[in-house]
Nanobody, 121 residues
């Protein structure tokens, strides 16, 4: 499956952005999908994943502010980001993994190229 993100940009703290990820080559129904980010000088961070049953995992850093959604018919994954903070500045990546028993494992198999989000104070 191939993934392409869009929707990044620059906003002020407290603002919102919505990222989109379009999948091609296979259906997202079969995959664990997720959003990750990597800030300059830091390791990649797992933000949110959603398995084939619709069960989600949210990192503490984004729970209550970010929302994941998956559209199986449109073959897309979205990330609604609200109450953005300067610490949210990072490259954001869409990722997919073959779901084992429909569930998400620890690793991801496919990655998009990322979209940059910059939050100013």
């Amino acid at each position: 499956v191939r993934l392409e993100e869009s929707g990044g940009g620059s906003v002020q703290a407290g603002g919102s952005l919505k990222l989109s990820c379009v999948a091609s080559g296979d259906t997202v129904r079969r995959y664990c999908m997720g959003w990750f980010r990597q800030a300059p000088g830091k390791e990649r961070e797992r933000l949110i994943t959603i398995d084939t049953f619709g069960t989600t995992y949210y990192a503490d850093s984004v729970e209550g502010r970010f929302t994941i959604s998956k559209d199986n018919d449109a073959n897309t994954l979205s990330l609604q980001m609200d109450s953005l903070k300067p610490v949210d500045t990072a490259m954001y990546y869409c990722a997919a993994a073959a779901a084992i028993g429909g569930l998400c494992g620890r690793g991801m198999d496919y990655w998009g190229k990322g979209t940059l989000v910059t939050i100013s104070s």
